[in-house]
């Protein structure tokens, strides 16, 4: 029996040893994939100010012509600029770097882009004779600045996916050289 | 006896850790390859569109009022011209850069010291036109040729980016497009 104690000890010790050793590699493999996140984090939190947004620009003619036989004829030729900006904040996205099966994966979940702001102004006006108002069909004044609202809104309609698709693509750029620069597997997709 | 049973059995308690151990190296191999993530192999870019616009072009055929004979025979004065006509063409045209990924190291010096407005502006790099119209006395071929690819080159491309800067629009588009480029680079600033 006095044999005992001290082989239980040794016992004790080597499983308590071999235990600790166990246990020991979960937190590097840990420890590295946050310092992965971190860095990924940092990266993207340096880079935040350029990230992108979409400028989209439009250009707007409303343009009246009035026959006239005795005087020249009447033009009416306004022009408008407007810049629509498309985006997302990126506090509503979601990203983690997870542990994938053969490669580390950077999830990235980003909010649908939308229009964030639109700023129109008139350029340049022409008129043939200075008193003329545009006039529609029915001999009606036409309200310009309507019409040039509307249209803007047809056009920001008309191209809103186009708009929408190039700012993801922008987006999808950008986490692609991110994820291969840290070596990860990109996984993003886009909320609606 | 006992105490070869229970030596046996110890003995056996620390193989059972020991192989435990082992596997779990074993296993974590995967995650110990992860040590080597960072390399600096940049990834190479054909296109980055970086805007987007909706251009209408206008050129106008101008000429003296009728009733103004004093000019039309005897001044001449140009600012007494009036619109007789016009042609009207609209593009959706596509802006930004073509291979930018080519002068990388030049761009990641600019990019990682934040200087990203020293970064080259945009270019054109699609046009498409996408209706028109003559009113008025202005000749149609005339409207026709703005599109007219001449050995590579149309009017209508150099009209577009005329426009676009005269309107103010085009250095909304520099600022914004040398962000987007600053943001790809700046990925690999060490």
Redesign the interface.
């Known amino acids: 029996m006095k044999y005992i104690n001290p082989i239980l000890s040794i016992v004790l010790i080597a499983c308590t040893a071999v235990l600790g050793s166990c246990n020991h590699v979960n937190p590097t493999k840990q420890g590295i994939e946050e310092s992965i996140e971190q860095k990924v984090f940092s990266k993207i939190k340096s880079d935040a100010p350029y990230l992108a947004q979409l400028s989209a620009v439009y250009g707007l003619v409303f343009s009246n012509y009035h026959p006239n036989r005795i005087e020249s004829d009447d033009f009416y030729i306004r022009k408008d600029k407007a810049g629509v900006f498309y985006g997302y904040s990126l506090n509503d996205a979601e990203i983690k770097v997870i542990k994938g099966k053969d490669q580390n994966i950077l999830h990235v979940r980003l909010p649908m882009p939308k229009q964030i702001s639109v700023d129109r102004r008139v350029m340049s006006v022409d008129i043939t004779h200075e008193k003329y108002k545009p006039i529609d069909s029915k001999g009606q004044i036409i309200n310009v600045d309507e019409w040039m609202n509307n249209e803007l809104e047809t056009l920001t309609k008309k191209y809103e996916e186009k708009s929408i698709e190039m700012t993801k693509a922008i987006s999808r750029q950008y986490f692609e050289s991110l994820s291969k620069r840290f070596g990860l597997k990109l996984n993003l997709e886009f909320t609606s | 006896m006992k105490?070869i049973l229970?030596?046996v059995l110890?003995?056996g308690?620390?193989l059972i850790?020991?192989i435990?151990?082992s596997v779990?190296?074993a296993g974590?191999k995967?995650?110990?390859t992860?040590?080597?993530?960072?390399?600096?192999?940049?990834?190479p870019?054909d296109k980055?569109?970086?805007?987007?616009?909706?251009?209408?072009i206008?050129r106008?055929e101008r000429d003296y009022?009728?009733?103004d004979i004093y000019n039309r025979f005897y001044n001449h004065d140009e600012k007494k011209k009036?619109?007789?006509g016009?042609c009207?063409r609209e593009y959706?045209v596509g802006i930004g850069y073509d291979h930018p990924t080519d002068s990388f190291d030049v761009l990641q010096k600019i990019a990682c010291q934040n200087l990203?407005k020293e970064l080259p502006e945009p270019v054109i790099l699609s046009i498409n036109p996408i209706s028109s119209e003559v009113?008025?006395k202005y000749s149609r071929t005339d409207c026709d040729n703005l599109d007219l690819d001449d050995s590579g080159t149309r009017k209508s491309q150099q009209l577009i980016l005329k426009?676009?800067k005269e309107?103010?629009?085009w250095n909304?588009?520099v600022e914004?497009?040398q962000?987007?480029l600053?943001?790809?680079i700046?990925?690999?600033c060490p």
């Open positions: 105490k229970l030596i110890c003995l308690i620390v850790f020991w435990y151990h779990s190296k974590s995967g995650g110990e992860q040590q080597s993530v960072e390399f600096m192999e940049y990834m870019i980055l569109f970086t805007a987007f616009a909706y251009v209408p206008i106008y009022l009728k009733r009036v619109i007789i016009y009207y959706d990203y009113v008025g426009q676009l309107d103010g629009q909304v588009i914004n497009s962000k987007a600053a943001s790809f700046r990925v690999y």
